[in-house]
């Protein structure tokens, strides 16, 4: 933000002048998203997904706005009127499809913007609090698309409400009360159903505040980059516009591509066909699966099977998989490593493709999985590998790693040379 | 927002380091190619809101107007409003006839508002033409008003027997639906 | 430093912790792994594939299909399965004219109300309403088969995974278990009031086979009602049901996808004509 040759809004007109002195709300687009917002010059298409996060999270909320005017949060009606979206409701089979969907890609991109940044290690200082937002703008996320699979209705929202209500009933001697006072009830019914429309139509809004808070926190710092070095110099940045908002826009073409793709010609694929079927408390689906972004989570909680000492199974999955989402929180001051880039640390690099990734892939098919052998051995294996990653690996990796040598500033590493570099002016490297 | 941005601050758009670019035609295609897809998308999100198929569907009614007697009304529900249907006796019809037309604040003659070979069967909506309301005069014992048809309690106008405004302040006669005669005895409104 | 050091030992600690608790749960399922027989999963078979005119990103109804199906649903399915969220008026989309649904819904007799007395009564079904279920509610539907109660039907081809070609594979596929299949699996064998079907995943299905004769459905434009032909016919028209948009929907999407393809070059053309300046030359 505070880069000296940042470009100054000009108004060009008297209408902008005015604007400019009453609400100056140009001048923030200009300096947020415009001209005016300095941007390392080497960002890869993984810088792409912030945008992309922040384009699903209004097609969300625009689909959902439409979706309500529609729905009644009732169980006697609730499948029902979904039904009714689908058949007689103008387009309302292309919004409802558009937001099941839109939810997947949502959290494709979010997941794809949260690795990206566990590879860069954009969460270490000064970055911190822009971290801390994003864990929390994912743990908001969460909780929404959980509350929004109830909605319909169905077999899973019913059988998923239920469970998911149920790892309260983990916690000692207070875990039942809580149960029941989360659904208003002793099973998933009409209170559960419509705290949940509730909250599902309000929690996107805290979203977008917090998005909010997550640009400012960005802004403050400026954005990372795949090098790790800050910037330095003028030639090291490009201003937002026109150089990333045509970046984006040719990203947003492409994921909009494979968007309407699954919305026009696969619309079920990533959903559950027993969705399809009327919620039954009395019946039972043979396996319940939540939706698949949850599904490494899930592995993590099924992969406790076994009571330790005294703490019962159950409650070792519930503090696990909240575990395994609550760690970010404080990633930033775990990893202590002078160097940001993955690319420039050969020892976190090695853990990051073949300890991570290949941990979180066998946790997301095992978490998708009936719970039988192989699957639970194979979560339990990746569900301490994924601790230990986060909480042993990396600082320790932090601190006996010797890291590759890093270019001078931004513009040497695209330009294979920075005249400033050479003439040794302002010296100190930044990290 | 690659859009807004773009149209927001248009000057900048081809500035680099070296010096000013004209703005090429293939960045005013793509702005104008991203406008065009944001316009196709408020096709469906408005049309969402106009009503449904079932309603649509639901939008004809048809009712059997065989047991009524002269003299007498039935309310029947014509798209979620009240619709009265009533057949007249000779004497409403011959005061109806004997109204002069150019004397009524919406001048229209009995055989207009009803359907040549069914004079004697009126076919109204059972909305009053000045603020909603529903009239009063269909039910039997109910207040027929000063001239024998309707009367709203809300703000007082009066109807005549053909459903025409007389008294007070609705500005229009009772609005006539479409409907047909399917047959001797029953009528398809809509 | 201290502090964030201790922080880091609270980390390191905590995730050895997690590692140890997650591989003592590995270590003993494991063991139980090895040490004690699970029950085999029964023998079942995936769903044969039937090309249907509406699969693929082009496909299109077969109208004659449909109404084919629809008489197959009308004279067998329909004594126990309801179709509740499908309105006769919908039969309009499957080429039939008003006269023809009207004088359709008014053949079925739909829950209504005397009007003289008020009492529950039935009167004949207007285009506006919705197939009757066979059934008043589902205690009954369960009285009559055997505590089973058989599932409405309009959205059975997708509350199934290949819910089409499902649903006509299993109407299609009854038949005697197998020697071997038994030989193995003796706990296959159907119970009673139980039929054996392969595609089902439990082998045994509540539901009598309910085609069971060539001709049982007399159809109006002359195909011959083989068990085959009339399972892959009402999988068709269910599917129909299941989704009444899915041609629209398909049909919407080929434009739609142009169109971004289109802009989506356009962008990327646009981007590289402003990046050219200050990308640095590809050596």
Request: proline share 5%; charged share 20%.
């Given at each position: 933000m505070s880069f000296p040759w940042a470009k100054e809004y000009t108004p060009a007109n008297g209408f902008t002048k005015f604007l400019d002195e009453k609400l100056p709300l140009p001048r923030l687009v200009y300096n947020a998203v415009g001209a005016g917002y300095p941007v390392p010059r080497n960002l890869s298409y993984f810088w792409n997904f912030g945008v992309l996060a922040g384009f699903f999270l209004v097609l969300q909320i625009v689909t959902g706005i439409i979706l309500a005017m529609h729905y009644a949060a009732n169980a006697q009606v609730a499948f029902a009127t979904t039904e009714h979206i689908m058949r007689n409701v103008n387009w309302g089979w292309l919004m409802r499809y558009a937001h099941a969907n839109g939810a997947s890609f949502f959290f494709i991109v979010v997941y794809l913007h949260i690795f990206r940044g566990f590879y860069y290690s954009s969460y270490k200082a000064p970055r911190e609090m822009i971290w801390l937002l994003g864990v929390t703008i994912f743990l908001l996320m969460m909780a929404t698309a959980f509350m929004g699979y109830v909605l319909p209705w169905g077999q899973m929202s019913f059988w998923g409400a239920k469970v998911i209500t149920g790892l309260f009933g983990a916690i000692p001697l207070v875990g039942e009360p809580i149960q029941i006072w989360l659904l208003g009830g002793y099973a998933p019914d009409n209170a559960a159903l419509n705290r949940f429309f509730s909250l599902h139509f309000l929690l996107p809004f805290v979203i977008a505040g917090c998005v909010i808070l997550h640009i400012w926190a960005l802004h403050i710092p400026g954005s990372s980059n795949p090098t790790g070095v800050e910037i330095k110099s003028e030639s090291d940045t490009l201003p937002f516009h026109p150089y990333y908002t045509v970046k984006d826009g040719f990203g947003l073409g492409v994921a909009l591509i494979l968007f309407m793709t699954m919305v026009f010609f696969l619309p079920n694929a990533l959903g559950h066909p027993d969705n399809y079927i009327e919620a039954n408390p009395l019946s039972t689906p043979a396996h319940i699966v939540p939706e698949w972004y949850f599904w490494p989570f899930y592995a993590i909680l099924r992969a406790f099977t076994v009571d330790f000492l005294f703490i019962p199974a159950k409650l070792l999955g519930v503090i696990a998989m909240f575990g395994s989402i609550l760690l970010w929180f404080i990633l930033p001051w775990l990893d202590?490593?002078?160097?940001?880039?993955?690319?420039?640390r050969p020892l976190f690099r090695k853990f990051f493709w073949f300890g991570l990734i290949p941990a979180m892939i066998v946790l997301f098919i095992c978490g998708g999985a009936p719970a039988e052998e192989p699957y639970v051995m194979l979560s339990q294996l990746a569900t301490a590998y994924y601790f230990l990653h986060f909480l042993v690996i990396l600082p320790i990796v932090g601190q006996i790693e010797k890291p590759e040598p890093l270019p001078y500033s931004i513009t040497e590493a695209v330009l294979g040379s920075d005249k400033k570099a050479v003439l040794g002016e302002n010296a100190s490297p930044a990290v | 927002m690659a859009d807004t941005a773009a149209t927001a601050t248009p000057?900048?758009?081809?500035?680099?380091g070296d010096g000013i670019r004209r703005r090429d035609f293939i960045d005013i295609a793509a702005v104008s190619a991203a406008g065009v897809g944001g316009l196709a998308v408020l096709y469906p999100l408005i049309s969402q809101m106009a009503p449904s198929k079932d309603v649509l569907a639901a939008s004809t009614t048809e009712v059997d107007v065989s047991a009524i007697q002269p003299g007498q009304a039935i309310k029947a529900v014509f798209r979620k409003q009240p619709l009265f249907v009533r057949r007249l006796t000779p004497a409403e019809v011959q005061e109806a006839n004997a109204t002069p037309v150019g004397a009524l604040r919406d001048p229209q003659t009995l055989a207009e508002r009803t359907q040549e070979g069914h004079q004697d069967m009126l076919v109204t909506?059972?909305?009053?033409?000045?603020?909603g309301c529903v009239p009063l005069g269909a039910a039997e014992g109910e207040v027929k008003g000063e001239f024998g048809g309707y009367f709203c309690p809300c703000h007082g106008s009066h109807y005549d027997t053909a459903g025409r405004i007389r008294k007070g302040p609705a500005p229009t006669n009772l609005e006539v639906p479409e409907y047909t005669f399917t047959s001797d005895t029953t009528i398809q409104v809509g | 430093m201290t502090k964030l050091l201790s922080i880091r030992l609270v980390a390191i600690l905590a995730g050895l912790g997690f590692a140890l608790v997650a591989l003592y749960s590995f270590v003993v399922g494991a063991f139980a792994f090895l040490t004690e027989e699970t029950a085999p999963h029964l023998p079942y078979e995936e769903p044969r594939d039937f090309a249907f005119s509406f699969d693929g990103p082009a496909g299109k109804w077969d109208v004659q299909q449909l109404q084919r199906g629809l008489k197959v649903y009308d004279e067998v399915c329909s004594a126990c399965h309801s179709l509740k969220y499908v309105a006769f008026r919908n039969l309009s989309q499957i080429g039939y004219d008003e006269g023809q649904v009207k004088a359709y819904a008014a053949s079925k007799q739909v829950p209504g109300i005397d009007p003289n007395t008020g009492e529950a009564t039935t009167r004949p079904g207007l285009p506006t309403d919705y197939f009757p279920s066979p059934y008043p509610n589902a205690v009954a539907a369960a009285a009559a088969n055997n505590n089973a109660i058989p599932p409405d039907l309009s959205l059975i081809t997708k509350a199934r995974g290949d819910g089409t070609n499902y649903v006509a594979s299993l109407l299609a596929g009854y038949q005697e278990p197998s020697a071997e299949l038994l030989a193995e699996h003796p706990e296959a064998a159907p119970g009673p009031g139980l039929y054996h079907n392969p595609y089902f995943p439990n082998l045994n299905l509540a539901m009598a086979p309910p085609l069971t004769s060539t001709g049982q459905v007399t159809y109006d434009d002359g195909t011959e009602a083989t068990i085959e032909q009339m399972s892959i016919d009402v999988a068709a028209f269910l599917t129909w049901t299941a989704e009444p948009t899915l041609v629209q929907r398909k049909q919407t999407g080929w434009p739609v996808l142009l169109f971004l393809l289109f802009a989506t070059v356009l962008a990327y053309l646009s981007k590289k004509q402003i990046w050219a300046a200050v990308k640095p030359k590809k050596k």
């Open positions: 202590r490593s002078p160097v940001r880039s993955g690319h420039y | 000057e900048t758009a081809g500035e680099t909506m059972g909305v009053c033409t000045h603020l | -």
